[in-house]
C-alpha cells in the first residue's frame, strides 16, 4: 500500500445463501486503487462486479475478507453509486431525485437548487425536471441517477455500467462530462463496463475479472495521454493489441461461464 491508497481490498469473498444453495459471487480479491485514480472493471455477466460495487457502496458485507477506505477530512459524502437500474426513486421528480442527497445533507435550499439545475442542465435533463421517473425513458432515468452522483460531489464514484442505456451521442457527452469532472475534482471512480473501448477512453488502469467466481485476473494500465480520443486509441499500436488481449480473455471467460 501506498500513502495515496484510498480504497484496500483484502482477500474480499462473498457467497449468497439461497435455500440450501450457495453461490460463490466473489472470491478473494485483493486489491488498493489510489486516490484520484479511475480504474474500469471488465468481466463477463454474471461475475461478482455488481456484487463488488455494491460491497463498496456499503450496501452488501463481505463474506470473509476486509476493506479500508480511507476517507479525507472534507465534509463530501465518501461515495455515491450510480447504479445498473433502478437508481430513481419513483415517487420524486427529476429535480427531487437529483437533489435528494443535498437535501439529506442539510445544504442551504439554495445551494441545493444551484447544485441540481447545474447537473440536471449538464446531463441534458432541464425540460424535464419537473417529470417523474415513470415519464421518462429508460436512458432519462439513468441520466437522473448519474446527475445524482455528480451532485453529492463525493470522494469516491462508483459507477455500474452508467452509461449501457443510453444512445451513443449521449453517452459521448457524458463520459466527456465525467471525464471534466473527475479531472477537477479529482475523484477516485471505480466503474463497471462491458465495452472495452469505453474502458480504454477512461480509465488509468482496467481491471480483468473471471467468471464465477468472480477474481481478478488480470491488470492493464492504461498509459495513454489525456484528452484522448477513439481515434488516438485506435491508431495506437499498442492499445490496438490490448484490446484483442482482452477481448480474447473476455471471449474465453465468458464460453467458460456458458459451457
Ligand atoms: N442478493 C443476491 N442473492 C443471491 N444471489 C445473488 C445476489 N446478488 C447477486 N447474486 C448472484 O451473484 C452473482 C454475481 O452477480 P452480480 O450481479 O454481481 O454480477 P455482474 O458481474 O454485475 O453481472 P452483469 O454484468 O450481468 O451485471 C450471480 O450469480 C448472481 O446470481
Ligand atoms: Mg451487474
Known amino acids: 500500500m501506498s500513502s495515496n491508497t484510498k480504497i484496500e481490498l483484502d482477500q474480499l469473498t462473498k457467497?449468497?445463501?439461497?435455500?440450501?444453495?450457495?453461490?460463490e459471487a466473489i472470491k478473494n480479491i485483493s486489491l488498493d486503487i489510489e486516490d484520484g485514480e479511475f480504474v474500469c472493471i471488465l468481466g463477463p455477466s454474471g461475475c461478482g462486479k455488481t456484487t463488488l460495487l455494491r460491497i463498496l457502496a456499503g450496501l452488501e458485507t463481505p463474506?470473509?475478507?476486509?476493506?479500508?477506505?480511507h476517507q479525507s477530512e472534507s465534509e463530501k459524502p465518501l461515495q455515491s453509486m450510480v447504479f445498473q437500474e433502478r437508481g430513481v426513486i419513483p415517487w420524486m421528480t427529476v429535480e427531487e431525485n437529483v437533489a435528494?442527497?443535498?437535501?439529506?445533507r442539510h445544504l442551504p435550499k439554495k445551494e441545493i437548487k444551484e447544485r441540481s439545475d447545474y447537473y440536471i442542465k449538464k446531463v441534458g435533463l432541464e425540460k424535464f425536471a419537473k417529470l417523474y421517473p415513470k415519464?421518462?425513458?429508460g436512458g432519462m432515468k439513468q441520466r437522473v441517477s448519474i446527475a445524482r452522483a455528480f451532485a453529492n460531489d463525493p470522494e469516491i464514484l462508483l459507477m455500474d455500467e452508467p452509461f449501457a442505456?443510453?444512445?451513443e451521442q449521449n453517452k459521448f457527452i457524458l463520459q466527456e462530462e465525467l471525464l471534466n469532472i473527475w479531472a477537477e475534482t479529482k475523484k477516485t471512480v471505480l466503474f463497471i463496463t462491458h465495452s472495452i473501448d469505453e474502458a480504454m477512453l477512461l480509465s488509468d488502469r482496467i481491471l480483468?475479472?473471471?467468471?464465477?467466481p468472480g477474481q481478478i485476473v488480470k491488470?492493464?494500465?492504461?498509459?495513454?495521454?489525456?484528452p484522448r480520443t477513439m481515434e488516438s486509441i485506435r491508431?495506437?499500436?499498442?492499445?490496438?493489441?490490448?484490446?484483442v488481449d482482452i477481448w480474447q480473455h473476455l471471449q474465453k471467460e465468458v464460453q467458460g461461464s456458458r459451457a
Open 208 to 212: 480483468l475479472m473471471s467468471s464465477q
Open 135 to 137: 415519464e421518462l425513458s
Open 165 to 167: 442505456a443510453l444512445d
Open 235 to 243: 491508431s495506437n499500436e499498442e492499445m490496438a493489441q490490448e484490446f
Open 219 to 226: 491488470e492493464k494500465k492504461i498509459d495513454l495521454p489525456r
Open 15 to 23: 457467497i449468497f445463501y439461497k435455500r440450501n444453495e450457495s453461490v
Open 100 to 104: 435528494f442527497g443535498l437535501k439529506m
Open 63 to 69: 463474506s470473509t475478507g476486509d476493506i479500508q477506505i
